[in-house]
């Protein structure tokens, strides 16, 4: 069995570790830095996104006060518990309560709506989910022009 020399050993190791380090952080800078995502603070429950979500659904789906009002609440619940989950340490646990509150509030919002509003609210979340795709589109073909 041949050795291998303490030098050629420090290399591959440093080199080893190096490669990791600079995986970690590419993995974190491409998912948006400190902010734990790739839509930082202004992401999908950024308040502003929460107000132009709900008025997109009032209008679309021709709620009426009360409804906006429910919905508004429910929302503005979902948030304030968001924060609490974003608080804690990455895992399974939080992607589980993250999930769970996305299904949760959708529920609920889903019980104050009539029928052709629920079939609405799904074609308007369908329409949401292409341009989404279409824009990691385009940031992803433009960045390999780059």
Same mark, same amino acid.
């Given at each position: +069995?041949?050795? &291998? !020399? ?11 570790? /190096?490669? &990791?380090?600079?995986?970690?952080g590419g993995v974190a800078f491409a998912h948006g830095g400190p902010h734990g995502g790739p839509h930082g603070e202004r992401g999908p429950w950024s308040p502003e996104? +929460? ?6 659904? /009032?209008?679309?789906?021709?709620? !009426? ?9 429910? +929302? ?8 609490? &989950?974003?608080? #804690? ?8 309560? #993250? ?9 609920? &919002?889903?019980? !104050? ?8 609210? =799904?074609?308007?979340? =369908? ?5 989404? +795709?279409?824009?990691?589109?385009? =940031? ?5 022009? !780059?």
């Amino acid at each position: +069995m041949k050795f &291998i !020399n303490k030098a050629t050993f420090v290399a591959a190791l440093l080199g080893g570790v /190096t490669a &990791i380090a600079l995986t970690v952080g590419g993995v974190a800078f491409a998912h948006g830095g400190p902010h734990g995502g790739p839509h930082g603070e202004r992401g999908p429950w950024s308040p502003e996104k +929460m107000e132009q979500h709900l008025t997109e659904m /009032t209008q679309r789906l021709d709620l !009426n006060d009360a409804q906006e009002a429910s919905i508004r609440a429910i +929302m503005e619940g979902a948030q304030a518990q968001r924060q609490e &989950i974003r608080d #804690m340490p990455r895992g399974k646990e939080k992607f589980t309560a #993250m999930k769970d509150l996305r299904f949760a509030t959708e529920d609920q &919002i889903y019980a !104050n709506l009539s029928c052709e509003q629920r079939e609405g609210l =799904r074609l308007l979340k =369908r329409e949401h989910k292409v341009e989404r +795709m279409e824009e990691r589109f385009e =940031r992803h073909h433009s960045q390999d022009r !780059n």
